[in-house]
């Protein structure tokens, strides 16, 4: 576990929300962010401008089954 | 199944419309299946057999007077404890909201109700919906009816054992990442998560409001065809619901699959897959070619990104949902739901606005990639043989914390894409263990994920296997 991640998140979580870590596995459950925002670091070249419609109902409606 | 003579939920409403079998008949069945198989895997939260037995003489009454019933009419059900109905408990599978009187029904109890189905009560679940393998620790787990030693899968456990267990025909489940068809492919029967925004949540406890889905777990695809076609459609209440015309679902259940292509996708949903899962897999493949489809293997780079999305927006949102629990009563959550939802806190906003922004995106590049060149994907449902219930306790054991979080690595990813997506059953585990298939299809294109479905268990009888227990 990085410990120095998790008391990070933590105290932005206390400081942004007012909630505390409600027992020891909460912070196991912290650290494994880690891993999901490396993950969303590693993909963020695919966030790019996009105009409307933009919505995940326009795409729904664009992609339908074509029946 | 409740009775040898009408084992499925259309084999019953069909019995019934002709006069074969009385609604009362099929309640007595399924009350007293309750009373044989549920001590042994506790399904069932809150039976109200009184209600359910006046529910059924009135339906017999009026089907002698010749009036007009509606496709499920005979039928008895149970649902999810988190669908409400206007005045009774809705504990949503909660200590916290274990005395909570919702003042609403919900849209789909009451199209469910106007159908002519038999609600006999509510199913157990996990916590607020927030666990793939079905641990409650406020109304004790849920047990496979298969081998009680094993998950159920969850959040819609009860919706999955009481379905396999012959306890009821049809129980409707609710699937954020994976919550119908997890209890789906674990207990051995099908369920369907339709497309994002085909039925709506009125009256239905939230978990994320980008990902929730309503959908039933039933013993076939027709049974869910039958099902889906009553409760989909908007009903004015819930901006979010899609207009698209409900077809017959039914009427798309031809058995041939002729022209048709189904693309196995091997990044991700195949990775680290036990090899009962995959032979099962294989086999199940064989039978779709073997009624005409054409099976092709493809890749998918998209599945990192996907993937990295789909972690975010739940956790987020029920986040945002339990905030104030979270600050005045933590401790009346299991310690595996306060932990993950207190992990919620810590995502970004922009992150998560940026998880939302790229779903569209995703969804386009993945109907381009994966569903141009054919019509389904086909993965296992689950990639790993069932696990155990002591396995993966996580608040028994911090160590078992990672495997809880994994049984929804394959379903999670269509719920983050919204697209329509049903588990059947395609076999056993060397442990006699059910394994699911999985397919998935465009949005909107239920029809054509149930024809497939449909056209497999017409040559297959796993859906028809009863547990020892039933």
New interface residues.
């Given amino acids: 576990m990085d410990e120095a991640f998790v008391t990070r998140r933590t105290a932005e979580i206390a400081e942004w929300h007012g909630v505390a870590p409600p027992n020891p596995l909460a912070l196991v459950a912290v650290a494994d962010l880690a891993a999901v925002l490396a993950e969303c670091a590693a993909v963020r070249e695919r966030m790019v401008f996009e105009d409307e419609p933009s919505t995940f109902d326009a795409a729904l409606a664009a992609t339908r089954d074509p029946g | 199944m409740p009775t040898e003579a009408y084992p499925t939920l259309t084999a019953a409403a069909d019995g019934f419309a002709a006069g074969e079998v009385t609604a009362a008949a099929l309640t007595e069945a399924c009350l007293a299946a309750i009373a044989a198989r549920d001590p042994a895997i506790n399904a069932v939260i809150r039976l109200d057999a009184d209600a359910a037995r006046a529910r059924a003489l009135a339906l017999d009454a009026a089907r002698k007077r010749g009036e007009a019933l509606g496709p499920l009419a005979g039928v008895p059900m149970l649902h999810k404890d988190m669908y409400y109905r206007e005045g009774q408990v809705s504990t949503c599978g909660s200590s916290i909201r274990r005395d909570f009187v919702p003042a609403v029904t919900a849209t789909v109890l009451q199209r469910l109700d106007a159908a002519g189905a038999i609600d006999c009560g509510t199913l157990n679940m996990a916590e607020f919906a927030q666990n793939g393998t079905g641990h409650n620790a406020h109304f004790g787990d849920c047990k496979n009816p298969w081998d009680t030693a094993y998950c159920t899968g969850g959040s819609s456990s009860g919706s999955g054992a009481a379905v396999a267990a012959g306890l009821a025909y049809a129980a409707l489940g609710s699937d954020t990442g994976g919550s119908i068809r997890l209890p789906a492919t674990m207990c051995g029967v099908t369920g369907l998560k339709p497309?994002?925004?085909r039925v709506p949540r009125t009256g239905v406890m939230p978990l994320s409001f980008?990902c929730d889905n309503v959908g039933p777990l039933v013993r076939t695809a027709r049974d869910a065809a039958r099902f889906l076609r009553v409760i989909a459609g908007p009903d004015g209440l819930d901006a979010?619901c899609?207009r698209?015309p409900v077809p017959d679902y039914e009427a798309a259940l031809t058995g041939d699959l002729r022209g048709r292509t189904i693309a196995v996708i091997e990044t991700w949903f195949l990775e680290d897959a036990d090899a009962p899962v995959v032979a099962a897999f294989d086999a199940a493949l064989a039978v779709l070619a073997a009624r005409g489809a054409t099976i092709t293997r493809i890749a998918c780079p998209l599945m990192?990104?996907i993937?990295?999305?789909t972690?975010?927006l739940s956790r987020v949102e029920s986040?945002a949902i339990h905030?104030n629990w979270?600050?005045e009563r933590?401790?009346d959550?299991a310690?595996?739901l306060?932990?993950?939802i207190?992990?919620g806190?810590?995502?970004p906003g922009v992150?998560y606005d940026?998880?939302?922004?790229?779903?569209?995106?995703?969804?386009?590049d993945f109907?381009a990639e994966a569903?141009t060149g054919a019509e389904l994907v086909a993965t296992p449902t689950l990639r790993t043989r069932v696990p155990t219930r002591a396995e993966t306790d996580?608040?028994a054991d911090?160590a078992n914390?990672p495997r809880m979080?994994a049984v929804s690595a394959n379903t999670r990813p269509f719920n983050y894409l919204?697209l329509p997506t049903v588990s059947v059953p395609c076999g056993f585990d060397d442990r006699g263990l059910p394994v699911g298939l999985q397919l998935a299809?465009?949005?909107?294109?239920e029809?054509?994920v149930l024809a497939a479905a449909d056209a497999f268990q017409r040559d297959t009888d796993w859906h028809l296997r009863r547990p020892k227990a039933a």
């Fill in positions: 497309t994002q925004t980008s979010t899609a698209q990192r990104a993937n990295a999305n972690a975010v986040a905030a979270m600050r933590p401790g959550y310690t595996h306060s932990a993950r207190f992990a806190f810590g995502i992150t940026q998880a939302l922004s790229m779903r569209g995106p995703l969804l386009r109907v569903l996580a608040d911090v914390w979080m919204g299809g465009r949005p909107f294109a029809a054509r």
